[in-house]
């Protein structure tokens, strides 16, 4: 049986509205970032300026 993994990756406040955590979210055809607390679309400019300033948390 093969299996697929996927990095989950976290931003902390990274969310526009809520300034809520964010994830990638796998389920639909392409990943997206959602908001934890809110389930909002994040925008990827905003993850980018996190990436950016090295707040990026990885699960394990």
């Not at 996927?6 to 406040?13: A, D, E, K």
């Amino acid at each position: 049986m093969a299996t697929t993994q996927n990095n989950r990756q976290f931003r902390f406040r990274a969310c526009q509205h809520c300034n809520g955590d964010a994830y990638v979210d796998f389920s639909e055809y392409e990943p997206e970032w959602r908001c934890l607390q809110c389930s909002r679309t994040v925008q990827p400019e905003a993850i980018a300026m996190l990436f950016d300033e090295g707040q990026v948390q990885l699960a394990a």
